[in-house]
Structures are given as structure tokens and as C-alpha cells.
Antibody, heavy 123, light 110 residues
Framework: EVQLVESGGGLVQPGRSLRLSCAAS????????MQWVRQAPGKGLEWVSG????????VYADSVKGRFTISRDNAKSFLYLDMTNVKVEDTGLYFC????????????????WGQGTLVIVSS | QSVLTQPPSVSGAPGQRVTISCTGS?????????VHWYQQLPGAAPKTLIF???NRPSGVPDRFSGSKSGTSASLVITGLQVEDEADYYC??????????FGGGTKLTVL
């Protein structure tokens, strides 16, 4: 059974940094591209970032480009999101999600989701 | 304002049929990109309901169906059940913005 478990969320001050982690199990992480999606409190879903199976391609939403960095450790079965210079509008529940294949395909979708980790940016 | 437009809410009585629309543009759905649908039950993570316009993952009842035409897509739920009460999101790809979601539709089962 595919399991994605996010961690690392918490309360952080604006301008500071935070690292989110996603532990993957029940499948071989190396075989799939992975994504981060977030949801502000009471709001809809927003795609944040994606990474191909071998880290060769990384893509970001304009709202986080230059501030967030996605990475992965296939050997340890972990996906990461390094958040720097965080803003109040980064507050939300961050989900990691699994793609259906190893490459980042334009028309692709989110096959499996974790339960999310909550990030609150506030002074 | 979301790139994909969904009605904020829809409702129906048990057993009825409801349709949730997802309207895009020539830079996303109209450009030929697939549309996918997710169900988010209260307090839960999203779950894939429909992928590639009209395909259901195993375990999703055939009461749920999807279609796409032109710059729009639709999710149809027949034989509405109380447990279908949730938020529903469409998702596609935009040539400028990459993966995009609709604003979400809250389904109330009366």
C-alpha cells in the first residue's frame, strides 16, 4: 500500500526557513516523479512544485520560485521541500503527492496523497 | 481567482444526479490537456476520483463519471449518497502556470 507521510511543519516567523519532509513507503520512490501541493486554511488546492525521478527536472509555481527548493533522496525514500524567506501567504497544509510515472508530464495528475503537514507563518 | 472555474457549491437529494462543471481556456483545457478530478472529504486529504478526463481509479464507484469538451469538463455523480458530501476539485495543465486547479465545489447532500 502506498503511504506518504509528511512532517516538518510548524509555526515559523516571516522571513525564516523551514524544511518539509515526505516519507514514502509501499512503492519504489525512484520510479516516480513527485509533487508538493498546498492548501491555505479554508481555501482550495494550489500546486507548489514537482520533481522528476532523478532530480533532473524541477518545476515551481511562480508564487514560490526562488524561495522554495524541492529535492529527493531515493535511497532513503524521502521527498523534501526547503522553504526560505517564508511569507504569511505561505501558510497552509502542505501535501506531498505521487505522480503516475517517472517523468514530469504536462497533462499528468496526482495519483496518491499524503495527509499533509501544517505550516503557519506568523510573527 | 482560479484559472479553472468551478461553481462554489452544488446540492442534491440522495439518489439524484448532480453535475459539477470546470471551465478553462485555450491555454489549458482548450489546448488539449487532460482534466482530472479529486474528492476531498471534510478534514481529509484529497483523493483521485477521475483521471485523464473520464477514467476511474480502482475502487471508485461507477456513479462517478467525467467528460471533457472544448474548454470545459464535467464531473457527474449519479445516485447521490450522503457520503458524497465533500469538496470536489478539477485539475489540468496550463501552458503558463503549469498544473492548475479549479477553485473547488462544495457538494451538499440535502
Amino acid at each position: 500500500e502506498v503511504q506518504l507521510v509528511e512532517s516538518g511543519g510548524g509555526l515559523v516567523q516571516p522571513g525564516r526557513s523551514l524544511r518539509l519532509s515526505c516519507a514514502a513507503s509501499g512503492f519504489n520512490l525512484e520510479d516516480y516523479a513527485m509533487q508538493w501541493v498546498r492548501q491555505a486554511p479554508g481555501k482550495g488546492l494550489e500546486w507548489v512544485s514537482g520533481i522528476a525521478w532523478n532530480s533532473g527536472v524541477k518545476v515551481y509555481a511562480d508564487s514560490v520560485k526562488g524561495r522554495f527548493t524541492i529535492s529527493r533522496d531515493n535511497a532513503k525514500s524521502f521527498l523534501y521541500l526547503d522553504m526560505t524567506n517564508v511569507k504569511v501567504e505561505d501558510t497552509g497544509l502542505y501535501f506531498c503527492a505521487k505522480d503516475p510515472e517517472f517523468q514530469l508530464r504536462e497533462g499528468s495528475w496526482f495519483v496518491s496523497w499524503g495527509q499533509g503537514t501544517l505550516v503557519i507563518v506568523s510573527s | 481567482q482560479s484559472v479553472l472555474t468551478q461553481p462554489p457549491s452544488v446540492s442534491g437529494a440522495p439518489g439524484q444526479r448532480v453535475t459539477i462543471s470546470c471551465t478553462g481556456s485555450s491555454s489549458n483545457i482548450g489546448a488539449g490537456y487532460d482534466v482530472h478530478w479529486y474528492q476531498q472529504l471534510p478534514g481529509a486529504a484529497p483523493k483521485t476520483l477521475i483521471f485523464r478526463n473520464g477514467n476511474r481509479p480502482s475502487g471508485v464507484p461507477d456513479r462517478f463519471s467525467g467528460s471533457k469538451s472544448g474548454t470545459s469538463a464535467s464531473l457527474v455523480i449519479t445516485g447521490l449518497q450522503v457520503e458524497d458530501e465533500a469538496d470536489y476539485y478539477c485539475q489540468s495543465y496550463d501552458t503558463s502556470l503549469r498544473r492548475v486547479f479549479g477553485g473547488g465545489t462544495k457538494l451538499t447532500v440535502l
